[in-house]
């Protein structure tokens, strides 16, 4: 099956690897030689180039190096000159794919790294769009959001879990000998047991408290506090300032993703699709920065992600632009 175009698919994801192995080694000389081979192949690896850099363009991604690679895709190592090279050629040809496999294994490694190092830091981890119920040893059952990731340590003396990534809702057995403490980007939630919801957003960490009691605590450089939770009571701390916005929220709405359903509460545009981006394959983007911090509050249908995105910022006059199959693009007229 072919898109965009009629151009492969696979040849489109391609593409997208060598726009991120070039901007990875911006002064690789062996990496831009290997991708010019693979540019010269054909007229349809062109255009496959040419659809990347569109999508690129239109993530807002502006690539600082090989100028004359990001504008206008000409082959450096055309068809027609490819066709006249001899077996001399060929040698050099493989020799060069042998380099192109070594870097783009380094390639592999340096755009995974960031979501390999939380594999390797995880007990517990789901993919994008899943969802997973596990049970700890003393009872506490832990429900995983989409691309999510947890460590555990339970030991005689203590509880603790990390969110090193995503939502979970905590349904804590009780043990008063045991303190629970959940870690969630800095900002600990202590409990003996009780059941609530964290989020852990790249700007801010939320927690919300459905039954019991819980301790909010976060020390920064500049700030520190610490405050309880009662049930029906939300608050979300900002990782830069330890600013606290805390309000009511309805005990059915708390974890609601765990019936396909997202619940915001005056959060921006840019936080909700961010958390939306869990249960969605594509990449998603928000050039426009006003677009971005428009607020909203409403229920989203986590299992359709594109219509959750349209409803998102149509209130604003927004759209959703579906650049390629692996890229959504929200923007305002």
């Given at each position: ?131 997973r119920t596990i049970t700890l040893a003393d009872g506490t059952t832990i429900a995983m959001g989409g691309g999510s990731a947890i460590a555990t340590e339970i030991s005689a003396k203590a ?175």
């Open positions: 099956m072919t898109k965009d175009n009629n151009i492969p698919e696979a040849l489109l994801e391609e593409a997208m690897d060598w726009f991120l192995e070039l901007k990875a080694r911006p002064n690789c000389r062996e990496t831009e030689l290997a991708f010019q081979a693979w540019l010269g192949r054909s007229a349809l690896h062109i255009r496959s180039w040419e659809t990347a850099l569109k999508t690129w363009q239109l993530l807002g991604d502006v690539p600082p190096v090989h100028e004359h690679l990001w504008r206008g895709a000409a082959p450096l190592v055309s068809p027609a000159a490819t066709a006249r090279q001899p077996k001399r050629w060929a040698a050099r040809t493989w020799a060069g794919g042998a380099a192109a496999i070594a870097f783009a294994a380094c390639l592999v490694l340096f755009v995974s790294l960031p979501s390999l190092l939380v594999r390797w830091r995880a007990d517990h981890v789901t993919e994008t769009a899943e969802s509880r603790h879990v990390r969110l090193l990534k995503g939502e979970a809702y905590f349904d804590v057995a009780r043990d008063p000998s045991r303190p629970f403490v959940v870690d969630a980007g800095g900002i600990e939630v202590s409990v003996l047991g009780t059941s609530f919801d964290v989020q852990l957003a790249s700007a801010e960490t939320t927690v919300e408290l459905a039954h019991g009691t819980v301790a909010v605590s976060y020390s920064g450089k500049d700030h520190k506090q610490n405050f309880e939770l009662a049930p029906g009571e939300t608050a979300t701390v900002a990782h830069a300032t330890g600013a606290v916005t805390r309000s009511a929220i309805a005990i059915e709405e708390i974890g609601a993703w765990r019936s396909g359903k997202m619940f915001v509460n005056n959060v921006t545009v840019a936080a909700a699709a961010e958390r939306l981006q869990r249960y969605h394959s594509a990449w998603i983007s928000i050039p426009q920065s006003e677009l971005a911090a428009r607020r909203v509050t409403g229920v989203y249908d986590l299992t359709d992600p594109d219509h959750a995105l349209q409803a998102l910022v149509q209130p604003f006059g927004g759209t959703v632009r579906a650049v390629t199959p692996y890229g959504r693009v929200l923007t305002q007229f």
